[in-house]
């Protein structure tokens, strides 16, 4: 968005959808054309587009302040140290967390999630101990917890979905014991758009003093998200998920926590001495940062997170909101579309079927269209097989997304009507 438009919208002089117009002109690839078309792309729960601002101070990093962090005393390695840290701060202070010393750059909430499995769970499991997670979580929520669970003889416990995609709350209750050793549940659903009421799984869980993860991949990108007003104990995320770049990300983890556990990985930079008898590690977050880090991508994850902070998460939401009843509203309408997900809360995100056109067809003939969305089972199996469907269309949006990319995929969708009947 360009500062001018950004300052207009912020004190209300420009209407929403009009500010959402600069704001496109930030992002390269909306000029992109594809089969001759304009791009209209809704796959943003996949990953999103890059505003030339991302794009700039990763590269200016590359060419004005490339060396390696932490190790040396050469103007360039200061620079980049600094800028490094000055990432983790700036991440911080998006999710208001206490201390930059809670951020720990991961290469992603898939990378978070094992780390709090690997570390902090491994030692906390007893055999005929519990994790409990949701019926909604996508598979980077499943699976490590699975492999930890196998290896200390312990099982993981799943809270199920009603018909509509929330949890049941009350078997989520339920599930809570004395054998519950770890929570862990996504803010919103990928799947589905559901938003879960993690307030209140997490002042569940801490009745119990069970320890609890919320997975924020889809939150964060949409709306305003307080580590210390939640309460929760640790929260995972992705930078290209919230328009940075890809391979980076970050755990918040409460410091004591951290504090307390052991290294996941052991290498360079995680350590205070070292020798053949006995490592000494580092505080955290350096403890779980072993070897070079993925520095460019956290100077891009920053200036991410600038960004979305000068549009400003609560205008974001508000505009999502809008437009995701707008598009729920448009695909009801469309004859033989069935949407997979209708929960009481929801993010943008549209998963559907229509008619029994394999998931696969609807999105090859939208490409041709010029419209990206995505197809199959969203690495979220489980999900699928709660609603008896092998795979879905999935139209996810973001704050730069229209009114007319919604037309155009309905558009999209009454010509396959065309092509496969109904
Ligand atoms: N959790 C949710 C809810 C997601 O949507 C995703 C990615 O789609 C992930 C976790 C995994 O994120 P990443 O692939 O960036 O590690």
């Known amino acids: 968005m360009t500062t001018d438009a950004v300052a207009d919208a912020q004190i209300g002089r420009l209407p929403v959808a009009l500010a959402v117009e600069e704001i496109r002109r930030d992002f390269p690839a909306m000029e992109l054309k594809v089969y001759g ?32 962090v932490h190790r040396g005393v050469h103007a360039l390695s200061v620079r980049a140290t600094a800028a490094y840290e000055s990432a983790r701060q700036k991440v911080a202070s998006f999710v208001n967390a206490a201390s930059a010393r809670e951020i720990v750059f991961v290469k992603g909430t898939t990378d978070a999630v094992n780390l709090v499995a690997g570390s902090f769970a491994r030692g906390r499991l007893d055999p005929g101990d519990e994790i409990v997670i949701t019926g909604l979580e996508h598979h980077s929520n499943i699976v490590p ?11 993981l416990r799943v809270a199920r979905l009603d018909d509509r995609g929330d949890v049941d709350m009350e078997e989520f209750a339920r599930l809570l014991s004395e054998r519950t050793k770890m929570v862990a549940v996504s803010h919103v659903s990928n799947a589905l758009g559901t938003i879960n009421p993690v307030e209140r799984m997490i002042e569940l869980a801490h009745e119990r003093d069970i320890p609890i993860l ?32 890809t391979g980076v990300g970050a755990l918040y983890g409460r410091h004591d926590l951290l504090a307390a556990m052991p290294p996941y990985q052991g290498g360079g930079e995680m350590i205070r001495t070292v020798s053949f008898e006995r490592t000494e590690y580092a505080e955290p977050p350096a403890r779980f940062e072993a070897g070079t880090p993925n520095i460019a991508g956290a100077v891009g994850f920053g200036a991410a997170v600038d960004y979305l902070e000068r549009i400003g998460l609560d205008r974001i939401e508000a505009y999502e909101d809008e437009l995701l009843a707008y598009a729920t509203a448009e695909l009801e309408a469309v004859p033989g579309v069935r949407l997979i997900g209708t929960a009481r809360r929801k993010a943008a995100v549209l ?20 419209v990206a969305i995505r197809t199959g089972h969203h690495c979220a199996q489980p999900v699928m097989q709660h609603f008896g469907v092998p795979a879905t269309s999935r139209a996810s ?3 730069y997304n229209t009114r007319e990319e919604v037309d155009r995929l ?11 009947g109904g």
């Open 214 to 245: 919320i997975d924020g991949a889809q939150a964060v990108p949409h709306k305003k998200v307080d580590v210390q007003a939640l309460g929760c104990d640790f929260y995972a995320f992705s930078s290209h998920k919230m328009f940075g770049p």
């Open 397 to 399: 949006l973001a704050f």
């Open 351 to 370: 998963s559907f079927v229509i008619g029994d056109v394999h998931a696969h067809d609807v999105g090859t003939i939208l490409d041709q269209e010029g």
């Open 145 to 155: 917890w699975q492999l930890v669970c196998e290896d200390r003889g312990a099982k």
């Open 37 to 68: 078309k304009p791009l209209a792309y809704l796959d943003n729960a996949a990953t999103s587009q890059k505003p030339r601002s991302v794009i700039d101070a990763e590269a200016h990093w590359y060419l004005e302040s490339c060396a390696n």
């Open 410 to 420: 309905v558009v999209g969708l009454d010509k396959i009507r065309e092509v496969f």
